[in-house]
């Protein structure tokens, strides 16, 4: 064996195993100390840019839970207003239903009308959640916003809960039980309510017992004439190609309202409901009665006519009578009383049927985001949490080492002192 103070062979070995062992050492306690085998992108760096996505995509579905929680807020809160606003309205029709007796004191009866109402716009304006309010209108309710915008993905995704009540100013104008103009914030009197009013009419359409899909053709209409003079067309579309248009009269405040309809698949009930679902959506409030005529009252409505399908439709005019639809008789003040309530709570149960169908759409969306936040978290730790088992079985395997390395290095250094010894006398 050659004997050198220059180069010891022996010490470097020693040092490189101690190194290699000490670097080792490091990265098992800092995968004991941190619990990831991959905490920076010096360890992987493929795995930690996988990891890192991932995990900013589990903050974003947080941030995602964030805006459905709130949006589920403000859907209950309409919701619980909307269930007390319709059990007022069914104590409402049993008022009304009373008011048809004789000898009740019409004023007495006019005046709990408005209370009613006074309590259904006060439900509806207390319904704000967060700034948000969907049953009335801004003015209405001081709300900074009549609509809820809710993230649902990742990507931006989002549902909105659209407010209610259109361009009315107040939900009971929206459900025909004041006027249209009735004022934001306004308390109503018994001179406000249009339940009760021996100046509201309304009209009896009657249908026939042979109705059948050919009184659905492409141009037949209804035709409903107001208070006012003014007169609103409701016609039919079977090719869903119209666009509602100026009545042909030329009056500016007639319109044309398109009701679309399938007679080769939708049932003669079923179009039947779409036009009063259509009346109901612009300012009447209609009813389908037992024998299947519709009742409509709202904006004064006096009378109304029925015609055919036309060469000419979009417009008001129509080429003969139509035999399955017939033209509307005069509702007695009782009967157009009760069938106001009753088309308002029926724009009701539509309002409670659209929150339900958010709130399970929100639900269900929440449920989503979590199960896919969890399903992320769990192939984050896959990807990057240590084996702690193994690693603690490493951390003894290599302290060991380590001082083997320190003592066997120790020994190589001591051998160049062994050289003095052949120079000793």
């Known amino acids: 064996m050659t004997l050198s103070i220059n180069t010891n062979t022996a010490a470097m070995a020693a040092l490189e195993s101690l190194s290699t062992t000490t670097t080792a050492l490091n990265t098992t306690e800092n995968e004991v100390s941190t619990g990831k085998k991959v905490s920076t992108s010096s360890d992987n760096p493929a795995i930690y840019a996988i990891s890192q996505s991932m995990t900013g995509n589990i903050a974003g579905l947080a941030a995602v839970s964030d805006s459905l929680s709130l949006g589920a807020q403000v859907v209950n809160t309409a919701n619980t207003a909307a269930e007390d606003i319709g059990s007022t309205l069914a104590t409402l029709q049993q008022t009304v239903t009373q008011a048809g007796t004789t000898g009740i004191d019409q004023s007495t009866m006019q005046t709990q009308v408005a209370n009613a109402i006074n309590e259904i716009n006060a439900y509806a304006r207390g319904s704000t959640f967060n700034g948000v309010n969907v049953l009335t209108s801004q003015a209405d309710s ?34 025909g039980l004041t006027a249209a103009g009735f004022a934001a914030g306004a308390t109503a009197t018994a001179t406000d309510q249009t339940v009760l009013n021996a100046a509201e009419t309304g009209v009896n359409i009657k249908t026939s017992s042979t109705l059948a899909a050919t009184d659905f053709g492409n141009g037949a209409n209804v035709v409903l004439k107001n208070g006012d003079g003014t007169t609103t ?51 009447y409030n209609a009813v389908i009665q037992n024998d299947g005529s519709i009742n409509v009252t709202g904006q004064g409505v006096q009378s109304s006519t029925a015609a055919a399908a036309d060469a000419t439709p979009g417009v ?16 007695d003040a009782s009967t157009a009383a009760i069938t106001t309530v009753q088309g308002a709570i029926n724009k009701m149960n539509a309002i409670s049927t659209t929150l339900g169908a958010s709130s399970q759409e929100i639900t269900g969306m929440q449920s989503f985001t979590s199960d896919l936040s969890d399903a992320l978290t769990t192939g984050v730790g896959g990807l990057t949490d240590a084996d702690l088992s193994t690693a603690s079985a490493q951390l003894t395997s290599l302290q060991t080492k380590q001082q083997l390395a320190i003592q066997s290095l120790s020994i190589a250094n001591s051998q160049s002192q062994s050289i003095l010894s052949l120079f000793r006398g």
């Open 142 to 175: 001081g709300a900074a916003n009549g609509s809820a915008n809710i993230v649902t993905g990742l990507q931006g995704n989002s549902i909105t809960i659209s407010n209610q009540v259109g361009a009315s100013n107040t939900l009971s104008s929206f459900l």
């Open 316 to 331: 008001a005019s129509a080429a003969g009578s139509n035999t399955g639809i017939d033209g509307g008789t005069a509702l």
């Open 233 to 283: 067309t409701f016609e039919f579309d079977t090719t869903g190609t119209q666009t509602t248009s100026a009545d042909s009269t030329g009056a500016t405040a007639n319109h044309v309202v398109t009701v679309l309809v399938d007679p080769a698949n939708q049932s003669t009930s079923t179009m039947l409901g779409d036009l009063v679902n259509a009346m109901n959506q612009n300012g």
